[in-house]
């Protein structure tokens, strides 16, 4: 497959406001350094901070994820493939074990068996999905969102307004406020949060029906977050493509340590469930 332009970042931790409509995006330097380490360090106490001072509680959780000060370049945690002749089975028991929404799970879980068919030299895992989902949306929980049955979430999940605030870079609207309801300003949208310009070049639809793929369904983010992550780093199974492709998400080795705590500490429950 020929090689594809160099991604362009999305935006991805810029905290999160509740929101009626659609409005956000993926990697771009949104968050100034300061208040990036602000939000990292209430994430990992199990908090995130709104740019209006409030915060929210994530859903309670009786599996917690240990915040590691890994070193940039290590390598990515390792997890065996999704067992495709028990995916429901699988489903079930990781997600009891480590409270990721057993539906969100089926999202990653199909995205990495979609992704080893169409790029396998990527070496996705679900993991590194559920990584990155833990510290964008609580895998679709933000704000008290619930995953349907058919993937959508029950209210769209948006981002601040990127209008230069402090701490948010300018992003003047680039849809006409068609994903995140904002024809004035950009912001991020869906459980992996996009900003408008990357979902447009990266986002795939997970269901064959034909539609146009849907910030607001866990299987369309999960699709397009692969698609991305693969774009970017190349191989993920080892240091430099993995880091590569999560620095590209989002240009922060906190970030990137947060995401990796989450994908070793997934990893391990599940192998110790195998």
């Known amino acids: ?104 799970l089926l999202a990653y879980a199909t995205a990495e068996t979609a992704t080893r068919q169409r790029l396998p030299q990527c070496n996705l895992t679900w993991v590194t999905l559920a990584g990155v989902g833990r510290v964008e949306s609580h895998h679709g929980r933000y704000g008290g969102t619930r995953v349907g049955d058919d993937g959508k979430l029950s209210k769209p999940i948006i981002g601040v307004p990127l209008d230069g605030s402090p701490g ?33 070049r990266f986002g795939l639809r997970a269901a064959p029906d034909g539609a146009r793929p849907d910030p607001q369904n866990v299987d369309d983010s999960a699709l397009t977050a692969a698609n991305y992550l693969c774009t970017s780093g190349g191989d993920l199974a080892t240091g430099p493509g993995w880091w590569k492709a999560v620095l590209t998400y989002n240009e922060s080795t906190r970030y990137a340590q947060s995401v990796y705590s989450g994908a070793a500490a997934y990893a391990r429950k599940a192998a110790e469930l195998a």
């Not at 849809?175 to 979902?199: C, E, H, I, N």
């Open 1 to 104: 497959m020929a090689a594809s332009p160099t991604p362009q970042p999305t935006t991805l931790s810029i905290p999160l406001e509740p929101a009626p409509g659609p409005r956000r995006r993926r990697g771009v330097r949104v968050v100034a350094r300061l208040a990036l380490v602000a939000f990292l360090v209430a994430l990992a106490a199990g908090t995130v901070i709104l740019l209006d001072g409030g915060e929210e509680q994530p859903p309670p959780q009786r599996f917690a994820v240990v915040e590691v000060p890994v070193r940039r370049g290590e390598v990515p945690p390792h997890a065996e493939p999704v067992p495709t002749d028990d995916v429901a089975g699988w489903a079930s028991r990781v997600s009891a074990a480590t409270d990721i929404p057993r539906r969100t």
């Open 168 to 200: 948010v870079q300018a992003i003047p609207d680039t849809d006409d406020g068609t994903l995140d309801g904002d024809p004035q300003w950009d912001r991020a949208v869906g459980s992996m949060q996009f900003l408008p310009t990357t979902w447009s």
